[in-house]
């Protein structure tokens, strides 16, 4: 990966790093909590006494849900002001200022779990950043990838119509890998930046890197949750709209 491109990456999270913290808090946004969060703490299974790396931690949340159920967390992130953040609010745990690609830090067969919530999407180095989890991770250990389901872009892209439609633009061949700049949401001031392949992309680079899909699921939220989503416009997004995907990955054998 070309190190302009990382610096550019870098730059763009530092800017929107304290606006994210708004974003998250310190249990995760709406589409985490409705949609991923139970297909991650499902794929995960039971983390207690594992040592888990929190890959693209950004503000540490994750991080600390993660201790509180007794992990032993590693969370990293390449944006400093992330890290700033994250050891601010959770000055117990470890956190490391590094990029997903290069996690020389870490021995080979280091944890048991890696765990990266909504990250590959914001990777300009999908193949580097897989590369060093199989590297990092113990054989027969797991990696949970949860990220924004790239058939169904958010942002500019997309429409809630007044009935359960969703109408989406396209304005690039979805089979072209590239960099995309959206305009600002909700409460953030900055572009955001991140980098379209198609799902079938990613399933090669997984088992490219030596990982086997072991599960996959397009995280939606439940009916007996309904009634937790604050108002109206939200849980229809939340009922209509694939946010996610979740892979559930096995390192099998040394690579
Ligand atoms: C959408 S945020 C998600 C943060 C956190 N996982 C969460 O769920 O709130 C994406 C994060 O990935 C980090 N990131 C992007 N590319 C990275 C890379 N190659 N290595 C490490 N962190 C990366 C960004 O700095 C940012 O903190």
Redesign the pocket.
């Known amino acids: 990966m070309g190190e302009n491109q ?1 610096e550019e ?2 730059s763009f ?1 530092n800017r929107v ?1 304290d606006d ?1 913290r708004t ?2 808090g310190d249990s ?1 946004d709406t589409n ?1 909590r409705f949609n991923s969060d139970p297909v991650l703490w499902a794929f995960a299974g039971n983390v207690k006494g594992l040592s888990v790396l ?6 540490g ?2 991080s600390n849900e993660l201790s509180d159920r007794g992990a032993r967390v590693i969370g ?4 400093p002001r ?1 890290i700033d953040l994250a050891r601010a609010s959770y000055p117990d745990l470890d956190f490391q200022l ?4 290069d996690l020389s830090f870490l021995d080979n067969n280091r944890v048991d779990l890696i765990v ?4 590959l999407m ?4 999908l193949l580097g ?1 897989l590369n060093e989890f199989n590297r990092v991770l113990k054989t027969g250990g797991h990696a949970v990838l949860i990220f924004s389901h790239p058939c169904f872009p958010q942002g500019k892209s997309s429409d809630l119509k007044e009935d359960d439609g969703l109408v989406y633009h396209w304005d690039f061949s979805y089979f072209e890998q590239r960099k995309n700049i959206d305009p600002p949401w909700g409460h953030f001031n900055s572009d955001f930046i991140w980098f379209h392949r198609p799902l079938s992309d990613y399933w090669k680079a997984f088992t490219s890197t030596g990982f086997q899909v072991v599960d996959f699921e397009e995280p939606r939220i439940t009916e007996d949750r309904y009634a937790l989503v604050e108002n109206e416009a939200t849980l229809k997004s939340c009922r209509i709209r694939p946010c996610s995907v979740a892979f559930k990955l096995l390192k099998s054998k040394n690579g």
């Open positions: 990382i990456i870098r999270w790093a994210w974003q998250v995760g985490r929190d890959a693209g931690c950004g503000t949340y994750l990293v992130d390449l944006s992330m590094s990029s997903c690609s990266s919530n909504y990250v914001d990777t300009p180095d950043a």
